[in-house]
């Protein structure tokens, strides 16, 4: 009995800090501020010059997070990291997940999005069926 539980013991350690490893690699990736480019989804698309909007997202090293339109701090959050199951196909993904708040403050409304990185070019594509993709460049 003693060594199945040592052996638990040692498995949830080693899976424990492959996590911490890999959300410190993103992490490092991922902080800093990214100037929004582009949103496509179906047949529209959305960018600074149609929309008239300046966008940023601004992520911090202790996973905090905010959301900057024309200069103005729309969102002052936090985010996360996650794998989880994806709601589109079934099957497991990691996850971006910032936790955006109601226009009250009162509810948490997080967004899920599966996140790729080339270079200096952050894609974020919302978790959900028919979601935009989002390009954002540091």
């Not at 899920?112 to 974020?124: A, D, P, Q, V």
Request: proline share 1%; with cysteine; charged share 25%.
């Amino acid at each position: 009995m003693r060594n199945i539980i040592s052996v638990l013991s040692v498995v949830i350690l080693f899976v424990t800090l492959c996590s911490c490893e890999k959300n410190e690699e993103l992490k490092k990736k991922i902080v800093g501020e990214w100037d929004w480019k582009i949103t496509y989804g179906g047949s529209v698309s959305y960018t600074p010059d149609n929309t008239g909007k300046i966008k940023k997202f601004i992520f911090d090293d202790d996973y905090g997070f905010k959301f900057v339109e024309n200069g103005t701090t729309i969102q002052n959050t936090d985010y996360y990291f996650r794998t989880e199951e994806s709601a589109i196909t079934g099957s497991t993904k990691d996850l971006l997940i910032i936790n955006f708040r109601s226009s009250s403050g009162k509810s948490i409304i997080p967004m899920r999005y599966t996140y790729r990185f080339e270079g200096n070019t952050m894609y974020l594509t919302e978790e959900n069926f028919d979601g935009y993709i989002h390009k954002y460049e540091k």
